[in-house]
């Protein structure tokens, strides 16, 4: 009797047990709400880059255990280099009241800033964000934006000193860039200003307002003209268009971007743009579970390529100097 007692009881405080865990274990398994996050792309939809830029972003966010239609959902525009549509755009996201919003680009950037104070924004490739008053300090950004910057205004006056070692027969350059999606511009333009004056070379801005404006500009350097294209997403978004009028026109160019020189540009020095997208994934995936983006540093690029694309050097008419050619990360032949 005693015995039957003694076994109801350990049988009792068993399933007492058993009771208290399950609904922690319950709990534990229990999927985490779906996060939103607003992204807004610079280029247009159909450029490889862009997408190439956008699956970096999915790759990150995937390696770090979220998965879209499970805890996540992604919500794409797409800018095409327009400032006005990177405005609308913005408009459209910040209505759909996502947990963080991904800005690429200057325009995005300063479009999400004036639509927002209260959603956090990560940003990629924006030059110099402190000289363009997003953010006060880089190591403790403050407010609700922090990312991954692009160039300093400094490299610019790199970029002339390299294409002029290339091309020593250049007297005068220009830097092409559209007012409208690159505000900046007058930053690069000193600096390029800034070198010039040492290297006997006259700099001139040239702004493009239109696509149709581009080969006029690139026509007006031959012979002895050479051209700066800056980060900017509307000439990014038409750089087939640029590349093709400084070859037709026998200008030599240097370019922001390695697919610049893939694509048939003679000179490229700059950072691997889908890289600054994998990594900001790590950015989203902090905020979303909890960290503030003024905790978050802004970090620069940590590599810098110089590439040669030797076949259009010869279609130029031109001979890089080893010295160059030594130094290239990449010489395309």
């Known amino acids: 009797m005693q015995f039957d007692r003694l076994k109801r009881r350990e049988f009792v405080t068993l399933l007492s047990g058993a009771a208290a865990v399950w609904p922690l274990a319950a709990r534990a398994q229990q999927p985490r709400r779906t996060r939103r996050v607003g992204i807004l792309m610079g280029w247009s939809e159909s450029d490889q880059e862009g997408a190439a830029g956008l699956a970096a972003v999915r790759r990150g966010l995937q390696e770090l ?20 549509r990177a405005a609308n755009y913005t408009a459209e996201l ?25 959603i956090p924004i990560v940003f990629v490739q924006v030059a110099d964000p402190i000289e363009q008053g997003f953010i006060s300090n880089m190591p403790h950004p403050g407010g ?46 000193q600096k390029v200003e800034d070198a010039a004056a040492s290297l006997a070379v006259g700099a001139l801005a040239a702004p493009v307002h239109e696509v149709s404006a581009i080969e006029g500009v690139i026509a007006a350097l031959a012979p002895q003209g050479g051209l700066i294209v800056i980060p900017d997403s509307f000439t990014l978004s038409h750089r087939e268009v640029v590349i093709e009028q400084a070859e037709r026109h ?22 691997d743009a889908a890289n600054l997208f994998y990594r900001a994934a790590s950015y989203v995936d902090r905020i979303l579970k909890g960290e503030k983006p003024a905790d978050l540093p802004v970090q620069a690029p940590t590599k810098y390529e110089l590439v040669i694309n030797l076949k ?13 050619l030594a130094r290239a990360d990449e010489v395309i032949e």
Do not use: C
């Open 65 to 84: 255990g979220w998965a879209e239609g499970r805890d996540l959902r992604i919500d794409v525009r797409w800018a095409a280099g327009d400032s006005g």
């Open 144 to 189: 609700h934006i922090t990312g991954f910057m692009g160039y300093e205004f400094s490299v610019a006056g790199k970029w002339l000193q390299t294409l002029k070692e290339a091309v020593p027969r250049i007297t005068r350059v220009a830097v092409m860039f559209n007012p409208k999606t690159a505000p900046y511009s007058g930053l690069y333009f």
């Open 312 to 324: 259009t050097a010869k279609a130029l008419g031109l001979t890089v100097p080893d010295t160059l």
């Open 250 to 271: 026998r200008v030599p160019a240097i370019y922001p971007y390695r697919f610049y020189a893939a694509a048939g540009g003679l000179i490229s020095h700059g950072i």
């Open 94 to 118: 910040v209505g759909l009241a996502p947990d963080v919003i991904l800005a690429h680009g200057t325009p995005a950037l300063r479009a999400s800033k004036s639509a927002t104070t209260s």
